[in-house]
Nanobody, 116 residues
């Protein structure tokens, strides 16, 4: 059974930084999977924020380019999202996702609130 657990959310002022972490456990070979961060704000659909493909390429939503950085450690089965220059519109529940073909695994989410 695969488990995905996020950590690192919280309350931060506009312009501040947060680092989210995600740990994957279970019998999957993480290096064969894409690792991604999604978010869902109240009243909005879940949207992808950043993806780190198994081949090594990172992709970002236009709204976070230049501010967020995704990283991964296949040996430790972890991924992180460094978020800088946070804005109130970044407020959302952030979800870690690991996926390959039809296999998608989600964490429970961690709340990020950007407010003064």
């Amino acid at each position: 059974q695969v488990q995905v657990v996020e950590s690192g959310g919280g309350l931060v002022q506009p312009g501040g930084s947060l680092r989210l972490s995600c740990a994957v456990s279970g019998s999957i070979v993480v290096r064969d999977y894409a690792m991604a961060w999604w978010r869902q704000a109240p009243g909005k659909q879940r949207e992808v924020v950043a993806t780190f493909e198994s081949g090594g390429r990172a992709n970002y939503a236009d709204s976070v380019k230049g501010r967020f950085t995704i990283s991964r450690d296949n040996a430790k089965k972890t991924t992180s999202l460094q978020m800088n220059s946070l804005k109130p519109e970044d407020t959302a529940v952030y979800y870690c996702n690991v996926n390959r073909l039809s296999y998608w695994f989600w964490g429970q989410g961690t709340q990020v609130t950007v407010s003064s």
